[in-house]
């Protein structure tokens, strides 16, 4: 197990790395050229020459990706010419905002999702099973943006349950507001709630097919038993992995339901960036982002390599 | 799985050759796929948005091109059955247009992302070892950055067009495929009927493309048709940002974009057509993805 934690987290760092690859090329396919795109059409000469020296971009193309390197060790994550912070400073302003959104509504799916997902499974083709796996597909196959707007119209125009917009501040602000943090965390969450009771029930399936099953009914362990304690504690370790691969696209609909419901965090952001062109902190939050989900992924390989050891087939 | 042959057992002539569908299992995983109603519903739906998006506009001529602000922000009537969007434009015979760019880019770009991602993940996880590992270290890194955000950057520096659109949101989506079939690869490599394909002397190639490709075909086959899925959801969320294909071409996601100024005063027939057309077709094809798995699963026969 050390040996296959160790060889995993040498496997993130690379990914990381890569990553650094993928960034440092972003930011070359900036229109024009990086001074250009960053300081705008209006830049003199000078301007651009010294924005190049200062940011070492008249240097070789190696050079200037282990420096982009170096700057990103040291936590430099560049410099917002637009809003002329850091994009260190902009990320710890709206960086835990997404924490509690992502995470709160993480929670929410995972408390709702479970036991749907085994109900379906045991009462496989009733019809409490074709409703829920018909609600199921319908949230899945809604849209972020849409559910978001669906949800403003329905549950704070035309019925005034909720306030429309988020709580607007730092994370401890935005928990001191439940109210506006209801509809952007319930959007978030369905979708999440879908996406993991659909995995789980097949999943339950897929282990209540297996011969362990019919050996454990066959020495007539009583039913309850089988499915808490076997099939329950089987069908989960696949969902261990969906997690980590799922933070990518939680991440992409917590930008969506950021921007619909004016929510100050990494996506909103980042979205805001885009619109104002402001490639330094696109990049930032980029590499943030990518972190993240390199670490969630890290952490459900070896949470499932936990559970499952048939997992660690490389790591003897 | 008896009873599943004995019920889908051919009429046979004497002299005729018998085949039984456990014989044929692409004609047992077609019974089953048939045989689940949301699947055929599914398949039904997607024919029907076909033909609304692209034989609708021959019969239900609207101006898509320029605009009409006096017209605009029409509640629905018998002029207009869906009312008009901010700019006048007729929101039934957008909605046409918009499902002609979703089901071309929705289609095109799973067509990319599956066929690199199968190739990519056989390769992958047959030839194992440290090429594996670059392999799929290369696949973690662009999946480690969220589609939304490359793709988001990708259109912040690029002009978007439809096959560029096309291009990039396969080229993105491609990683998930991989995973999947370098996943399934990596353990049916060690199964004993393909090992005995290197003991009776057949070449890798043999062993990838004749018994692990078409044992992942289920997956693939499946993966594929989410990825339909996903791609429109993908065009949908681009072009709502703004980030999508400019007017007038149109798109679904695109004309939800003015819905959120709109939906304090009310019109809901800006944001509930569009993205009810929208959840449909996808939920069209995530069932016939979800029928597809249990037709291509041999372990839910019969159950």
Redesign the interface.
């Known amino acids: 197990m050390i040996g296959y934690t160790v060889r995993r987290f040498g ?1 993130g760092v ?3 790395v ?2 650094t ?2 960034t440092f090329f ?1 930011a070359h ?3 024009g050229n990086p001074a250009r795109a960053i300081l705008g059409v209006h830049a003199s000469s000078a301007q651009i020459a010294a924005f190049n020296q200062e940011n070492g971009y008249n240097h070789p193309l190696v050079v200037q990706y282990f420096d982009y390197l170096d700057r990103l060790l040291h936590g430099n994550l560049g410099f917002s010419y637009k809003q002329n912070q850091t994009v260190a400073a902009l990320l710890g302003e709206d960086l835990p905002a997404s924490v509690v959104l992502v995470g709160l509504s993480t929670i929410v799916a995972l408390i709702v999702a479970l036991p749907l997902a085994v109900l379906q499974a045991v009462r496989r083709n009733h019809p409490s099973d074709y409703t829920l796996t ?1 609600a199921s ?2 949230f ?7 559910l978001g ?2 949800l ?2 329905l549950l704070a ?1 035309r019925i005034h349950v909720f306030p ?1 917009a988020a709580p607007q501040g730092a994370a401890v602000q935005v928990l001191a507001h439940p109210a506006g943090l209801a509809l952007p965390v319930i959007t978030l969450a369905l979708v999440s709630i879908a996406s993991f009771s659909r995995y789980m029930r ?1 999943s339950m ?2 282990q209540l ?1 297996e011969d362990y099953v019919r050996t454990a009914r066959a020495k007539g362990v009583k039913e309850r038993i089988v499915l808490w304690k076997h099939v329950f504690r089987n069908a989960l370790a696949p969902l261990i992995t969906l997690l980590g ?1 799922s933070l ?2 939680i ?2 609909g917590a ?2 339901t950021e ?2 419901f004016n929510y100050p965090g990494m996506g909103l952001l ?2 805001n960036a ?1 619109i104002a ?1 402001d ?1 330094p902190t ?2 930032g ?2 590499i943030v ?3 993240a ?2 670490a969630g ?1 890290l952490l459900a390989d070896l949470a499932y390599a936990v559970a499952d050891p048939r997992v660690r ?1 490389r790591a003897a | 799985m008896s009873q599943v042959a004995a019920g889908l057992e051919p009429e046979v002539t004497p002299g005729q050759e018998i085949t039984t569908p456990a014989g044929n299992p692409w004609r047992l995983a077609a019974a089953t796929f048939v045989e689940n109603k ?1 699947a055929v519903i599914g398949l039904v739906f997607i024919v029907l948005m076909a033909a609304f998006s692209f034989l609708g506009p021959l019969f239900y001529h609207t101006n898509q091109v320029t605009t009409n602000l006096p017209g605009s922000l029409k509640p629905p009537s018998s002029a207009h059955p869906l009312g008009t969007d901010d700019v006048g434009y007729d929101e039934l015979g957008r909605l046409m247009l918009g499902g002609q760019t979703s089901l071309e880019v929705g289609l095109a770009a799973a067509l990319v992302a599956t066929f690199i991602g199968v190739a990519y993940g056989a390769i992958s996880g047959f030839v194992g070892g440290i090429v594996d ?1 670059i392999m799929m ?2 696949v ?11 793709l ?3 259109f ?2 690029f002009q978007a067009n439809v096959p560029l659109m096309i291009l990039v949101i396969g080229l993105v989506a491609w990683l998930v495929p991989a995973r999947l079939v370098r996943a399934e690869t ?1 353990s049916l490599r060690t199964r004993d009927y393909v090992q005995a394909v290197r003991g009776m002397g057949g070449s890798r190639r043999r062993m990838v493309a004749r018994h692990i490709v078409p044992n992942t075909i289920g997956t693939i086959m499946v993966n594929a048709t989410f990825q339909v ?1 996903d791609a429109i ?1 993908a065009l ?2 681009l072009s ?2 703004g ?1 999508g294909i400019q007017p007038p071409a149109a798109n679904w ?1 695109q004309m ?1 974009s003015s ?2 100024t709109y ?2 005063a ?1 019109a ?1 027939w800006l ?2 057509p569009p ?1 009810i057309a ?2 449909l077709t ?2 069209a094809f ?2 016939v993805g ?1 029928s597809l ?1 249990d037709a291509f699963d041999n ?2 026969r019969g ?1």
Do not use: C
Not at chain 1, 140 to 146: E, M
């Open positions: 496997q690379i990914v990381i890569a990553v690859f993928i972003e396919l900036m229109p018909g597909l319908l899945y196959s809604t849209p972020t943006f849409w707007l669906t403003i119209d125009v429309p097949s399936l897929d097919a691969l990518p696209g991440l992409s930008l969506i921007t619909v980042f979205w885009a062109k490639y696109m990049l939050v980029t982002v990518a972190v989900t390199v992924s087939y | 949301s590992g270290r290369a973690d890194a662009l999946l480690a950055i969220p589609t939304l955000f490359l988001i950057y990708l912040t520096v990596l899925a959801v949908a969320s709502f940002l980030l996601g939800l819905g959120l939906v304090y009310g809901w944001i509930y993205g929208i959840v996808v939920m995530n069932a979800d798995r372990r839910l159950r």
